[in-house]
């Protein structure tokens, strides 16, 4: 994979450009799609940003959702988009079998693919990119590559939103180990541009339904176990139990998190049965790298204290099997 640098010639003049992200997509991912989108359309670009399925209804506000294409309900019409592009971004994954159903499609296509992204070990499927993953944030990365073209006056508002929406959600509101100096000053630059900060955290945080507040007090009394003697909390939902509930796409998002809450606990799990597998999601406190753990037990990866994984064994078996590897690990 080339510098990305070595692909600005290429964007000197008007192109037909492809933006897709990875399937099941979260704050970052379509925050740095369509902040992205909107930088390259004010350059003159012809721009379409496809999600390659659903997006969760916390995103549902963000500027360009409107326009963005829906691989699941639009196949026919994305097919020939990508089939038509001059050009290929891919935001926030760094292999094509993240997108899913857009694997094959993006593996055949013959047009320049650009990576810009922020997890471990990018497959060499890219012509130009930049890989860091000692950034916070995909939209980090995104509002960097408008800084290297030296077009930050072309940050507007609408950029500005999904760009904070992409760094705001993957570095916890600020909090993790990740969240360096730069974030902030790229925070303060946004604020300077007319960003509504509280506005976008109300949007994310604060837009629950009734049911998924009572589906979250169900999960934190009924379905959270913790492991003292590993450090450690389990999260489990059957898929019966979330169509109880009528869960909707993006309600368990964060879930993981709850027991990284409670003193002592460094590894926290959130198993959920899905209709076609068993996702696995991995979070971490201090020097336990979830990444390693989950190439190693659960066929994924992804970044040092925040990972995913899939199971190719029933809900059961795969609950029962992470219960018993918790004794060969030992998170502190």
């Known amino acids: 994979m080339r510098p990305i640098q070595d692909a600005f ?17 979260d704050g970052d991912a379509i925050g ?46 994305v097919l020939k988009v990508l089939s038509d592009c001059d050009l290929i971004f891919g935001v926030d ?32 499927v890219w012509d130009y990119g930049m890989s ?11 509002y960097d590559f408008i ?4 077009d930050n006056a072309l940050i507007d508002k609408d950029i500005a939103a999904c760009l904070y929406t992409g760094v705001m959600t993957d570095t916890g509101s600020f909090r993790f180990p990740i969240t360096s100096a ?22 994310v945080y604060d837009s629950w339904t009734l049911g998924r507040m009572r589906f979250l007090g169900y999960v934190l009394v009924d379905r959270m176990e913790i492991f003292p003697k590993y450090n450690a909390g389990l999260i489990s939902l059957t898929r019966k139990e979330m169509n109880l509930f009528n869960v909707r796409n993006g309600d368990t998002e964060g879930l993981v998190n709850y027991p990284l809450s409670i003193s002592g606990v460094r590894f926290a799990t959130l198993i959920t049965e899905r209709s076609d597998e ?55």
């Open 278 to 332: 068993v996702k696995l999601s991995f979070r971490s406190k201090g020097d336990f790298d979830v990444s390693a753990f989950a190439r190693e037990y659960f066929d994924g990866g992804g970044h040092f204290n925040a990972s995913g994984g899939r199971s190719k064994t029933s809900f059961i078996e795969t609950v029962a099997y992470f219960k018993k590897i918790l004794s060969d690990i030992h998170p502190r």
């Open 93 to 124: 994954f760094n292999g094509f079998g993240r997108t899913k159903h857009l694997t094959t499609a993006l593996a055949e296509a013959k047009q320049p693919k650009i990576l810009i992204d922020h997890h471990l070990m990018p497959e060499q």
């Open 147 to 150: 800084n290297m073209n030296n």
């Open 9 to 25: 010639p290429l964007l000197q003049t008007p192109k037909k450009i492809f933006i897709t992200t990875h399937h099941k997509p």
């Open 182 to 203: 730069s974030v902030h000053e790229m925070v303060a630059d946004l604020k300077h541009k007319g960003l509504d900060h509280s506005l976008i955290h109300d949007e």
């Open 32 to 77: 740095s799609m369509l902040g992205l989108c909107h930088y390259l359309t004010k350059k003159g670009h012809h721009v379409s940003a496809v999600s390659p399925g659903d997006i969760p209804d916390f995103l549902s506000w963000m500027p360009g959702v409107d326009i963005m294409m829906n691989y699941e309900s639009t196949l026919t019409e």
């Open 132 to 142: 860091i993953p000692e950034k916070s944030s995909t939209a980090e990365m995104v």
